[in-house]
């Protein structure tokens, strides 16, 4: 039978679907056209990309046995720096089953925990820094950008960026955000205007030698001084073997690995964080019963914070999960068919391999069918009164094989960070009348979200 025709707004002539999505706002325009269109529908961008947030259709594109991580404009983009580094490579590629299968115990929970003494330092270092605010707005966004960057570089390869002690952030730090900016703007730019756009091009490959000198440096130190005791990622890249070959990864290859935690590690995190906190301030009813925990956690542990079990965070964590439901930081991933003549979803509509499907994470997570009447509420109680979870209606960490290798990471160090937050803080923001504005790079996070904190016991 003819494949049934996927619903698509009417093309503008050489434009395309181009002006159906607000570059500021895409995600907004991306779910007010699934609201629109259905759970399944296409835009003629730069090129056809499919986006499907159906509960039952995203259940195909998550089977590996038919579809495949596709890597979308601006990865390729990525690519220039990130390599064949574990997010953006194809699956067949040899260094993605190499370095997954290295990389997947050191980011077991086990291996998870060990890295808490790390954590902890660096969450100190914020908790003093909002000390030394206290009563003074800041961007929750800032601080949290800070903390995930120093935890991932203390926590990933020993590497102090420090960004609490500077009011500047490290200029690592500032190229790989502009790499990152620049690679959203290359991948909607046709090829050939990258090249015309010279000027722009050569800061870029500047910025890029720059960021990988600045890797390279630290595996050649780790290499001539070994620290076996340091219980970091660096070390499992220089020292794991792969399982089944007993193949190590390359030089080239750790440097890759390096760049894509910095980039995959940070902004996602600090983007749930900043969520989960708007979210508590909207709902303070769940501010509350965060503290209660927080403060009960901290009392099992003898109030020392290198004890505290994490895994009894649970209303904490049903905070996170809940903040990742409405505002997923990464909010799409891609999938193309493995097989060359493509393949029929239910209903009848066709993806041709090469394609992009895309998983629109906001309308998936909202979608009332699976989640209910209370889908667009922020109700943590629903991860833990039992109802049951459609199974494939929850994606902010991606899907199967290519899920997020980091999410027990980004989850352990979130939960220990609010626990602390709320145990040591009365929060407030800056401006009650905030209401939620996104701002969007290759992720999202709240725009101009200022919060007020003040030590809680030096109030009493
Ligand atoms: C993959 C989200 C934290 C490292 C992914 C994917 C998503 C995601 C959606 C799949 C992308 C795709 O299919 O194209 C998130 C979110 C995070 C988070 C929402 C925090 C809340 C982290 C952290 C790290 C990390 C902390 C590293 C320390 C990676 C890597 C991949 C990945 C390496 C690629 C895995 C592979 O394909 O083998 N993440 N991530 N992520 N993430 Fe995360």
Redesign the pocket.
Known sequence: PEPTPIPQPKETLLLGNILDVDRHDSVGSLQRLAALYGGIYQLKLKDKIVFVSSPSLVTELCDEARFE?YI?NP?KEVRNFAGD???T?WGEEPN?TL??RILVPA?SPVAIKKMQGMMMDIITQMLMSWEHHAGQPFEAANSYTRL?FDT?GWC?FRYRFNSFHTSEMHPFINIMVKLLLESQNRARRPGLLNQVFYNTDAAYRENIDELWRQCDEIVAERRKFPDPEAHD?LNNMILDKDPKTGEHLSDENIRY?MV??LI???E??S??LTFATYYMLKNPAVLVKAREEADRVIAEAGGNLLKMNHAKLTYIEAILKEA?RLQ???PA??VTPKKEEGETLAGGYHIAKGQAAAVLLHSLHRDPGAWGPDADEFNPERWLDGREIHPNSW?????G???????I???Q??QLALALIVARFDLEMADPGYDLAIKQTLTIKPDHFKIVARPRFRNQ
């Open positions: 991580k979308s990865l580094g574990l997010f490579s993605w370095a997954h980011f995930t991932i990933a990622l690995q894509t935690f995959a590690g940070h996602t995190t983007g749930m990742l997923p930081p990464a991933f891609t994606k902010p960490f991606g899907s094989a290519r899920a997020c290798i980091g999410r990471f980004a989850l160090e979130a």
